[in-house]
């Protein structure tokens, strides 16, 4: 068993501009409405950032396989986070919400697909 590199829980990441943001996860909750997903709070240069991953699509996502942990959710919250970041998109709840499709990319490439 490989044992869990927390990547995302502090990182920096190229802003569009050239300049270095730092990046640090603060919390983790859950909204307890509409399909219930999971919300991951940032701190981005001192200003708070918060992804959320849809509930529906990571009930979608585990059927069949092992649920994934706390720390590979901070993980993938974390890397759409940069990616969204260093692609100048707005950090608003549009561009970091995550879900079907952008949910399975991000555990193919974090490997986390058993």
Do not use: C
Not at 17 to 43: H, K, M, T, W, Y
Not at 44 to 62: C, H, P, T, Y
Not at 91 to 114: G, K
């Amino acid at each position: 068993m490989m044992t869990y590199e927390p990547l995302y829980e502090r990182f920096e990441v190229l802003g569009s501009d050239g300049s270095r943001l730092g990046v640090e996860f603060i919390r983790s909750a859950f909204l307890a409405q509409g399909d219930r997903p999971e919300l991951f709070f940032f701190r981005v240069n001192g200003e708070e950032a918060v992804v959320g991953i849809s509930g529906a699509s990571l009930a979608r996502f585990e059927h069949g396989r092992r649920r994934l942990s706390r720390e590979q959710k901070i993980a993938l919250a974390g890397r759409w986070l940069k990616r969204q970041i260093e692609a100048a998109m707005p950090l608003n709840s549009r561009s970091l919400y995550i879900q079907d499709d952008e949910l399975a990319n991000l555990a193919n490439e974090l490997d986390f697909t058993e």
